[in-house]
């Protein structure tokens, strides 16, 4: 239910949406403007227990209905979505700050998500095997679980919860979602379309809060598994405390994303996409590009020379500002003043470190935009594998180029590096591609792509420390995570 200025957002717990008692709030305001948007309340352990016990109630009839009934409200739901798009991209630019493009990408995703968890009848159907021993059938069935937590950031109001929302309740579990404090709005309207698409009451339920909301979702005993996305400091406490109580678990985290640019690439092509792959949605995206790898001197040359002069023709402002509608790429502002002083001590610290400065970002002022925050595109070159910003994941406009003298030493970097979200290469070389898909360390590749998300029905996920979990999000990876294999091997004598 939409707040007034002075009204906090509601929780929605079992059909209705209810004011949180006596809870401290957060002011929302949109980081382009520092417009007071709404206020949202902090929900203490006792509303997650109120949520979760009545998640617990519905999950005994919702699991035992008959999952083509379970999918009907998603169908609905796509609709809703395709409906009031406009107005979904509009609430979660003003409160996030990313294009409208960008919101309107991210809304697309979160759609396909949907319309690929309608197809449940198919996706959770298990295997048999006739006669695996003398007289005796073998068969897997997938049955859900119970109850999931889903505990999503501020950079994807919308697209994060959609990962995981659909594909939980289209196998038959119940959802307690918690969505980033800072933009609530997004997923604060989906609800409502939720409620409109159908859902029984108890199925889907919307908390409000922060951190210790979280911790409540984490270690309570009638949850049976979490779904989290942030940085991977945080993802691996949610591993181990839901590991310490005895919950799965999914927990995607931090990315530290190279391109890598071989002598072959088309350098003008490779540079409009490189540009928006690193500086769209202000960097603020775990598959942003925060690093490019060149290889070869005269390709290392022509590339900082091209990015550069790119980057610099790049729009900062505010991205529902009607002077800047035509604009092909906009940056807008990062989420709040505090990430703002974060990004730009990390860009301090590398000056100070010795790293040079192309172009500066800092205390970066848009016209008419006083209380916004915003950092302009940053590019720091020949920084060195190990350096802080070449390890340390900034989520900002802020970009590196490094040079290397061949391809296994690019890839050498990317596998050396902690992270392990997203990699790219250029090539029109189809041994290069082949090398680099198969050898680099990072759970999705671009072969000239620079963002290289995969669709709804594949999975996303990266490797090593990007990751705390053994199943990734979305696609069939979602229908393992959020349903239980149950084997049964079974034999029948001839009646007497």
Same mark, same amino acid.
């Given at each position: 239910? =939409?707040?007034? !200025?002075?009204?906090?957002?509601?929780?929605?717990i079992?059909g209705?949406?209810?004011?949180v008692?006596?809870?401290?709030t957060?002011?929302?305001?949109?980081?382009?403007?520092?417009?007071?948007l709404?206020?949202?309340p902090?929900?203490?352990? =006792?509303?997650?227990?109120?949520?979760?016990?009545?998640?617990?109630?519905?999950?005994?009839?919702?699991?035992l209905?008959?999952?083509?009934?379970?999918c009907?409200?998603?169908?609905?739901?796509? =609709?809703?979505?395709?409906?009031?798009?406009?107005?979904?991209?509009?609430?979660?630019t003003?409160? %996030?700050?990313?294009?409208?493009?960008?919101?309107?990408a991210?809304?697309?995703?979160?759609?396909?998500?949907?319309?690929?968890?309608?197809? %449940?009848?198919?996706?959770?159907?298990?295997?048999n095997?006739?006669g695996?021993?003398?007289g005796?059938?073998?068969?897997?069935?997938?049955?859900?679980?119970?109850?999931?937590?889903?505990?999503?950031?501020?950079?994807?109001?919308?697209?994060?919860?959609f990962w995981?929302?659909?594909?939980?309740?289209?196998?038959?579990?119940?959802?307690?979602?918690k969505?980033?404090?800072?933009?609530?709005? =997004? %997923?604060?309207?989906? %609800?409502?379309?939720?409620?409109?698409?159908?859902?029984?009451?108890?199925?889907?339920?919307?908390?409000?809060?922060?951190?210790?909301?979280?911790?409540?979702l984490?270690?309570?005993n009638?949850?049976?598994?979490?779904?989290?996305?942030?940085?991977?400091?945080?993802a691996r406490?949610?591993a181990?405390?839901?590991?310490?109580h005895?919950?799965?678990y999914?927990a995607?985290?931090?990315?530290?994303?190279?391109?890598?640019?071989?002598p072959?690439?088309?350098?003008?092509?490779?540079?409009a996409?490189?540009?928006t792959?690193?500086?769209?949605?202000?960097?603020?995206?775990?598959?942003?590009?925060?690093?490019?790898?060149c290889v070869?001197?005269?390709?290392?040359?022509?590339?900082?020379?091209r990015?550069?002069?790119?980057?610099?023709?790049?729009?900062?402002?505010?991205? !529902?500002?009607?002077a800047?509608?035509?604009?092909g790429?906009?940056?807008?502002?990062?989420?709040?003043?505090?990430?703002?002083?974060?990004?730009?001590?990390?860009? @301090?610290?590398?000056?100070?470190?010795?790293?040079?400065?192309?172009?500066?970002?800092r205390?970066?002022?848009?016209?008419?935009?006083?209380?916004?925050?915003?950092v302009g595109p940053?590019?720091?070159? @020949?920084?060195?594998?190990?350096?802080?910003?070449?390890?340390?994941?900034?989520?900002?406009?802020?970009?590196?180029?490094?040079?290397? @003298?061949?391809? @296994?030493?690019?890839?050498a970097?990317?596998n050396?590096h902690?992270?392990?979200?997203?990699?790219?290469?250029?090539?029109?070389?189809?041994?290069?591609?082949?090398?680099?898909?198969?050898?680099?360390?990072?759970?999705?590749?671009?072969?000239?792509?620079?963002i290289?998300?995969?669709?709804?029905?594949?999975?996303f996920?990266?490797?090593?420390?990007?990751?705390?979990?053994?199943?990734?999000?979305?696609?069939?990876?979602?229908?393992?995570?959020?349903?239980e294999?149950?084997i049964?091997?079974?034999?029948?004598?001839?009646? !007497?």
């Open positions: 239910m =939409t707040a007034t !200025l002075h009204t906090p957002l509601q929780n929605y079992g209705q949406w209810l004011q008692p006596a809870a401290d957060l002011a929302v305001t949109n980081p382009a403007t520092g417009e007071l709404t206020h949202v902090l929900s203490s352990p =006792t509303e997650i227990d109120k949520a979760v016990d009545a998640a617990r109630n519905a999950y005994k009839i919702w699991g209905t008959p999952v083509a009934t379970r009907r409200p998603l169908f609905r739901l796509a =609709t809703l979505l395709r409906e009031h798009g406009d107005e979904l991209a509009r609430t979660l003003r409160e %996030m700050g990313k294009s409208l493009p960008d919101a309107g991210e809304l697309k995703r979160a759609t396909e998500n949907v319309e690929v968890a309608c197809g %449940m009848p198919s996706l959770i159907q298990g295997e095997v006739i695996c021993a003398d005796i059938d073998g068969e897997v069935i997938r049955l859900p679980i119970g109850v999931f937590g889903i505990i999503t950031p501020f950079n994807f109001p919308l697209m994060v919860p995981f929302l659909p594909y939980a309740v289209a196998a038959g579990n119940t959802v307690v979602l969505c980033s404090e800072q933009v609530p709005m =997004t %997923m604060n309207r989906v %609800m409502e379309l939720i409620e409109q698409a159908g859902f029984p009451d108890g199925v889907v339920y919307l908390v409000h809060g922060d951190k210790i909301a979280a911790q409540a984490l270690e309570h009638d949850v049976d598994g979490i779904s989290f996305v942030g940085s991977s400091t945080i406490h949610v181990k405390t839901c590991a310490d005895g919950k799965r999914q995607l985290g931090s990315a530290k994303n190279y391109l890598v640019v071989m072959d690439a088309p350098r003008e092509k490779v540079v996409n490189m540009l792959s690193s500086l769209g949605c202000a960097g603020q995206r775990c598959m942003a590009a925060s690093v490019i790898a070869g001197d005269e390709t290392y040359d022509e590339i900082v020379e990015f550069v002069t790119a980057a610099k023709k790049a729009v900062v402002g505010d991205p !529902l500002d009607p800047l509608a035509n604009e790429l906009v940056i807008g502002p990062v989420i709040s003043a505090a990430a703002k002083q974060r990004i730009e001590q990390l860009i @301090d610290q590398g000056v100070a470190e010795g790293e040079k400065l192309l172009v500066d970002g205390n970066h002022q848009v016209q008419g935009k006083s209380g916004g925050h915003y940053t590019i720091f070159v @020949d920084v060195k594998p190990g350096s802080t910003l070449e390890q340390t994941e900034i989520f900002g406009p802020v970009v590196i180029i490094m040079k290397f @003298d061949s391809l @296994d030493d690019a890839i970097a990317i050396n902690p992270f392990g979200n997203g990699a790219s290469i250029y090539t029109q070389s189809g041994h290069h591609a082949r090398r680099f898909k198969l050898e680099a360390q990072a759970g999705m590749i671009g072969i000239n792509v620079g290289p998300a995969p669709v709804a029905y594949l999975p996920g990266g490797m090593k420390k990007s990751i705390y979990a053994d199943i990734k999000a979305q696609g069939r990876a979602g229908v393992n995570f959020f349903t294999s149950k049964v091997t079974q034999r029948y004598w001839p009646s !007497l």
